[in-house]
């Protein structure tokens, strides 16, 4: 229960994160730019993270299950929270 | 308690994340501001909320080894206890099967014991029977008659008395014996 509650926190820590970068591109256009590179660097990231994966989970010493749910899970989280601050009026 | 806080936390964090997009409007720089000071503090709702749950899925984790080891432990005594009775129980037996043996041992002693002696008594009699009968025997080398011979040993006149009677019925036994 206790462990399902701090994955579901993981996932929203990473929506929050995502919309607050979204709210911080709306101020300036600079920081759209920014925010966009920093999107652009995390796709390019999970991207490499998904085809290493085998040397990654060597690294962090964690499943490769459990490896797949957190990119899977970062993933949808980052675009969930920006589909927040799209709809928002 | 402590999931009640992680509850709030969560909840917490999900409202200051959902709501003030939805309610503040962004044209409004007031309102924008407090979007960015909403979403900031959702973060750190939702941060405090997974830091909570994984101490209390440790802790719950170490309660659960302490209970599997304390259950462990029991199970161990009641084996230990009910193999320590069981052993106890067959010593017990063993003794007991060990003192039945004795006991057969002690009974055939006695037994040869009682023999010996009834030999011994059966023994005792004869010889007494032998030395009466000799002693009859001499008196009647010496010209004794019966009643005479019967007042000598047994020390009872003639006459219809028991006593009398019980010592001429023993002078006759023993005469027959002797074949006399």
Redesign the interface.
């Known amino acids: 229960?206790?462990?399902a509650?701090?994955l579901?926190?993981?996932f929203?820590?990473t929506?929050?994160?995502s919309?607050?970068l979204c709210?911080?591109a709306?101020?300036h256009p600079s920081l759209l730019l920014f925010v966009q590179a920093l999107f652009a660097l995390k796709l390019i990231i999970s991207a490499t993270a998904w085809l290493l994966d085998d040397a990654i989970i060597a690294l962090l010493g964690i499943g490769l299950l459990q490896f797949r749910f957190r990119l899977i899970g970062g993933t949808i989280g980052a675009l969930v929270g920006v589909g927040?601050?799209l709809?928002?009026? | 308690m402590s999931l009640l806080k992680i509850s709030a936390l969560t909840v917490s964090g999900v409202t200051l994340w959902l709501a003030p997009p939805f309610v503040f409007s962004r044209k409004i720089p007031l309102h924008n501001f407090l979007q960015g000071v909403a979403l900031v503090s959702g973060f750190a709702c939702a941060f405090e909320a997974r830091r909570c749950a994984l101490k209390m899925a440790k802790t719950e984790e170490f309660e659960a080894m302490k209970d599997a080891a304390v259950a462990a432990d029991v199970v161990d005594s009641i084996a230990t206890s009910a193999y320590v009775s069981e052993q106890q129980r067959r010593n017990e037996a063993e003794l007991l099967i060990a003192s039945d043996s004795n006991r057969e041992l002690l009974e055939r002693a006695l037994a040869l014991s009682c023999e010996d002696e009834e030999a011994e008594n059966v023994q005792l009699a004869q010889n007494a029977d032998n030395e009466l009968r000799e002693r009859i025997l001499q008196l009647q080398a010496r010209g004794y008659g019966k009643a005479k011979i019967i007042l000598e040993i047994w020390g009872v006149t003639k006459g219809g008395s028991p006593k009398y009677k019980a010592a001429e019925a023993e002078y006759k036994r023993l005469m027959q014996e002797e074949g006399v």
């Open positions: 229960m206790t462990k509650i701090a579901g926190n993981n929203l820590l929506a929050i994160a919309s607050f709210w911080l709306s101020l927040v601050m709809c928002r009026s």
